[in-house]
């Protein structure tokens, strides 16, 4: 019975909500009880029995997308460390002799690397000392032969010229340098030093002197030049009367040097040809004496050398008692210019040779 009264409920709410869902110009539908029951049926008003339906909407609701992002650190990936292994070592024979080279004192055999202990020695054996060994005995790489060393405290060294002519015989102590003796030059020979060091003398020693030939030169002077040149005089235009070469045939001292011979003076600018003769330079001095008497006027000598035109040697001097030398290279050379000026009181000096001075031993030189 108590069934039955649950399904009359649940269809007497069926039909409510069916009549609230039709139009409002039908009738309410009114359940009609049975006669099989005379109960009445209530129906208690609860949450649950309330029905709401969602506001109508017209709007469609687009679907909404996330972009998402994965990121992962890239796996870790670990070699394993090879197992480090050593390389087997070598064993070598160190073998130490005596100063024959042959006589064994001791044999050791050393791990590649290491050190051999060196065996005590006397320190004296009659009038030699003990100095050591003549090789390394660490670090050792093969099998060694070291020898002992045995000196005389005080060795004997001795100097010989080239042709074996004794120059000094000196006692140097183990160790030490020697000094050697003074050596000249000899005629056409100049000497080049010794054959061998003496320094840390370390046995008895024969040392040598060494020499060298002075390369041959011929030379002409410049005065004989004149005679097989082809000489252009009167470069610089200068009048006749005005230009002159002169040959100074007395002794000329500039400060203390003495000067005979070979020297030329005046006011002059000479062109030679020297093409063909294999001159290879052109070496003198300037000289500048003053006049032979005193005066009190201002002076200077001034030389300009030119090879093919082009300007290689200047200088000019203004105190009396000075020189200058110079040197010029004439390799492959045509033509050679020499302009001396002497010059008293701002003015070119043309009258004869009280001005004393000039080009001095000046040769054009052929090796």
């Known amino acids: 019975m108590k069934k039955l009264y649950i399904f009359s409920a649940i269809s007497l709410l069926c039909l409510f909500l069916l009549a609230c869902s039709s139009t409002q110009q039908r009738a309410p539908f009114t359940p009609s009880i049975t006669d099989r029951t005379a109960a ?3 129906i208690a008003e609860t949450e649950r029995s309330k029905i709401e339906l969602p506001p109508e909407t017209t709007a469609v609701t687009q679907p909404q997308y996330f972009e998402v992002v994965a990121t992962a650190a890239p796996a870790v990936t670990t070699t394993p460390k090879p197992i480090e ?3 087997p070592k070598e064993y070598f024979t160190v073998k130490f002799v005596d100063t024959d080279g042959y006589t064994s004192i001791s044999v050791q055999t050393v791990m590649e690397g290491g050190s051999a202990v060196p065996p005590a020695m006397p320190e004296k054996r009659g009038d030699l000392i003990f100095r050591g060994w003549d ?3 660490t670090n050792i790489r093969r099998g060694t032969i070291v020898k002992a060393i045995y000196q005389k405290e005080w060795l004997t060294v001795r100097f010989f010229d080239a042709d074996a002519t004794l120059l000094k015989t000196e006692q140097v102590r183990y160790g030490e340098s020697a000094t050697a003796p003074e050596v000249k030059d000899k005629s056409g020979y100049l000497f080049d030093g010794w054959n061998t060091l003496f320094n840390d003398v370390t046995e008895d020693l024969d040392v040598f002197a060494t020499y060298y030939s002075v390369p041959v030169r011929t030379y002409v002077t410049l005065p004989n030049v004149y005679a097989l040149c082809e000489v252009a005089e009167n470069t610089e235009d200068l009048p006749i009367a005005a ?3 002169k040959l100074y045939e007395n002794v000329l001292t500039v400060g203390k040097e003495d000067y005979a011979g070979n020297i030329l003076y005046g006011s002059f600018s000479d062109t030679l040809t020297i093409e063909g003769f294999n001159f290879t330079s052109f070496e003198g001095t300037l000289a500048l004496k003053g006049f032979g008497e005193e005066t009190e006027v201002s002076m200077a000598l001034r030389l300009t050398i030119s090879v093919d035109g082009v300007q290689r040697f200047s200088a000019e001097l203004t105190r009396p008692g000075t020189y200058k030398n110079f040197s010029v290279d004439l390799a492959h050379a045509k033509t050679l210019t020499i302009k001396l000026e002497p010059i008293v009181d701002d003015f ?3 009258e004869d ?3 004393m001075g000039g080009l001095v ?6 090796n």
């Open 348 to 350: 070119i000096y043309y």
């Open 353 to 355: 040779a009280k001005f």
């Open 243 to 245: 230009y002159y070469r």
């Open 361 to 366: 031993n000046a040769v054009l030189y052929e």
């Open 40 to 42: 009445v049926i209530d």
């Open 135 to 137: 090789k390394d005995y």
């Open 85 to 87: 292994t050593e390389t």
